[in-house]
């Protein structure tokens, strides 16, 4: 079993910054890596994901050239940094481990609780 344990969140405005981390229980090592966000009313989204290594990244239309996914697994720890953050960003984000970095939330085995992040305009 891993436990993750997110943080960073919060109330932002239009255009900042924030990141989030991830810290995990254990060795993440042999775990892909990913942040999805759930906004009120609607199904939980793929936002970034990263390979076991951290070579390999991953984005939705909605995270590129705007978000940085990344990870030390010396620190067990996942990163998703957030610039030029919009109103349609406001959800909960929950990082997610899983065998390989998928778009899919049903390819992750392991979640975190969440952190709130609100963009306010």
């Known amino acids: 079993q891993v436990q993750l344990e997110e943080s960073g969140g919060g109330l932002v405005q239009v255009g900042g910054s924030l990141t989030l981390s991830c810290v995990a229980s254990r060795h993440i090592i042999n775990y892909a890596m990913g942040w999805f966000r759930q906004a009120p009313g609607k199904e939980r989204e793929f936002v970034a994901a990263?390979?076991?290594?951290?070579?390999?990244?991953y984005y939705a239309d909605s995270a590129k050239g705007r978000f940085t996914i990344s990870r030390d697994n010396t620190k067990n720890v996942v990163w998703l940094h957030m610039n030029s953050l919009k109103p349609e960003d406001t959800a909960i984000y929950s990082c997610?481990?899983?065998?390989?970095?998928?778009?899919?939330?049903?390819?992750?085995?392991?979640w975190g609780q969440g952190t709130q992040v609100t963009v306010s305009s």
């Open positions: 990263l390979s076991r290594t951290g070579l390999n990244t």
């Open positions: 997610a481990g899983g065998a390989v970095p998928r778009t899919s939330p049903g390819n992750y085995v392991y």
